[in-house]
Structures are given as C-alpha cells and as structure tokens.
C-alpha cells in the first residue's frame, strides 16, 4: 500500500494501490479484472454529493503515481493509460 497517496477529502476515504494486475472473486469466480493500473478502495457516506465525486475521480485520474523513464513518480493513471 502507498500509505503517503491516500487522499482523503470530507467523509471521502480512497486508499489506492498501484498493481501490475488485480482482480475480484467472488464465490471463488472471477467477476472483474484489470491490467496494470490501480485498486481502488472507496469509502463513500450518504452525506456525499455529486460534487464530492467528481473532484474525486480527478483527483484518482491526476494524481502522479506512477514512475517516468527516470524512476521518479510523474506520471498518472491516464498518462500510462492504465485501468482501474
């Protein structure tokens, strides 16, 4: 986990992790699953609004996480056109 790029914001709590692939079971099956990108874990509250969201997902979409050609974290999700 990357303790320092968790963002938090209001009641919104996203941890997020950089993964070279990922995926969801349930029942032992697998329902979804991703290439090289992030997972995402959200906590959202009912006191949430639209607007809370939508300065989330540019935030997860922005923030630089990933390394460039020099090994320093400078690049986003879009920038690698990662999944999530």
């Avoid at 950089?18 to 009912?46: F, M, P, Q, T």
């Avoid at 949430?48 to 400078?74: C, Q």
């Amino acid at each position: 986990m990357l303790k320092d790029q968790n963002i938090y914001r209001k009641s919104d709590e996203v941890s997020n992790q950089r993964v070279k692939e990922s995926n969801v079971k349930i029942d032992n099956k697998i329902k979804a699953e991703i290439g090289k990108g992030l997972l995402i874990l959200i906590g959202i509250s009912k006191d949430d609004t639209e607007k809370d969201a939508e300065w989330l997902v540019n935030k997860v979409l922005n923030i630089r996480i990933f390394n460039d050609s020099e090994g320093i974290m400078n690049k986003s999700i879009v920038d690698i056109q990662g999944e999530i």
